[in-house]
């Protein structure tokens, strides 16, 4: 994420926490370092697993929700624009 002049931050959550469909003003860069996290795509009807090492470009306007998995999840997240 350095590499693309991001400035990341963490977050993290319990397991089964779950965010209601929702979308942001800003391009979304996600990046799970530990557990999972399912992304729903309401709108492409299609739902995404992350595990630890994956990555998720969310451009702005998409509209997702997600649901964390079994054994929570911490993540590094950056905006752009």
Known sequence: M???GLSPYSWSNGPFDVYS???HSYDKVIYVVQGSITF???E???Q???NAGDRLDLP???VHDAHVGAQGVVC???HKG
């Open 76 to 78: 590094l997240e950056a």
């Open 2 to 4: 350095a590499e693309e």
């Open 40 to 42: 729903g795509l309401p």
């Open 60 to 62: 702005m306007g998409v």
């Open 48 to 50: 995404l697993t992350l």
């Open 44 to 46: 492409l009807v299609k």
């Open 21 to 23: 469909a929702h979308s």
